[in-house]
């Protein structure tokens, strides 16, 4: 777990406020953290309002076998999505297909990329095939900025 690879996600490691991409409006929290002797990324995603509705968070690691990265989500809709991916280019990207992702009953093919922008934000966006990866079309398209998790 000390390999290069297996730091190529660190970028994303840390406390963050989440916004839509050219929004102000803050609709997350993500707790980030380095764990299990540097091994594996876990991520808390904590939404705001009622926009996005429950939590969920993901476990990702770098498997040296595959020479690829992995990822797991599980929300509070008891979603479970596998995904799979390369470090390339200064962009992570991880892809993998969700259940129910555009409506009940009605999954897609989904590209996560993560990208380190040059102000310290990380930015996440997506892109969703409804066709077995043919066509796509864009998703969700986040800007996590630093900042200490709220208190309770």
């Known amino acids: 777990c000390s390999s290069p690879e297996s730091r190529q996600f660190d970028f994303w490691v840390g406390s963050w406020e989440v916004r839509p991409n050219g929004a102000d409006k ?3 929290h993500s707790l980030i953290e380095k ?17 996005i509705h429950g939590g969920g968070g993901s476990l990702s690691l ?7 990265w992995r990822q797991a989500w599980v929300d509070s809709s ?6 799979d991916g390369v470090f390339d280019q200064g962009v992570m990207a991880i892809t993998g297909k969700w259940a129910n ?3 009940p009953g009605k999954d897609a093919l ?43």
């Open 35 to 51: 764990r299990y002797a540097g091994c594996a990324i876990r991520e808390n995603w904590m939404p705001l309002g009622r926009e």
């Open 110 to 152: 989904v590209t996560m990329r993560y990208q380190l922008q040059p102000n310290g934000e990380v930015r996440q966006w997506s892109q969703v095939s409804t066709d077995g990866g043919t066509t796509w079309a864009p998703g969700f398209d986040f800007l996590y900025r630093r900042a200490p998790l709220p208190v309770d």
């Open 78 to 83: 008891g979603t479970r999505v596998d995904l």
């Open 62 to 68: 770098y498997d040296p076998a595959r020479k690829q």
């Open 26 to 28: 803050v609709i997350a």
């Open 101 to 103: 992702f555009i409506g």
